[in-house]
């Protein structure tokens, strides 16, 4: 089992910036990618970014220039730097990890239990 916890969420004003964190924890898995989708209220939930162990990233083109994912395999640990955010960055950010399990070289999806991020003035 894999537990993942985000943080780092809140109320920014347009323009500013947060930092979104997530941490994945447990045993017997390897991590092969993990990723940050948001989900806006009526809408469905879409990728933001995503970055394999190998270090390649993926970005949605609404982030692109503006939010830059990094990951820390040591830690089992992707951040987030989301700036000159704006109103429309507004949603429930969702990590998002995929493993293998040695064991039976199966892939497996967890996510965490999100965070907001509300853009406003």
């Known amino acids: 089992q894999v537990q993942v916890v985000e943080s780092g969420g809140g109320l920014v004003q347009p323009g500013g910036s947060l930092r979104l964190s997530c941490a994945a924890s447990?045993?017997?898995?390897?991590?092969?990618?993990m990723g940050w989708y948001r989900q806006a209220p009526g809408m469905q939930r879409e990728l933001v970014a995503r970055i394999s162990t190998d270090g390649s990233t993926n970005y949605a083109d609404s982030v692109k220039g503006r939010f830059t994912i990094s990951g820390d395999n040591a830690k089992n640990t992707v951040y987030l730097q989301m700036n000159s955010l704006k109103r429309e960055d507004t949603a429930v950010y969702y990590c998002?990890?995929?493993?293998?399990?040695?064991?039976?070289?199966?892939?497996?999806?967890?996510w965490g239990q999100g965070t907001q991020v509300t853009v406003s003035s």
């Open positions: 998002e990890v995929t493993v293998t399990t040695p064991v039976n070289s199966r892939s497996y999806l967890y």
């Open positions: 447990g045993s017997g898995f390897v991590i092969n990618a």
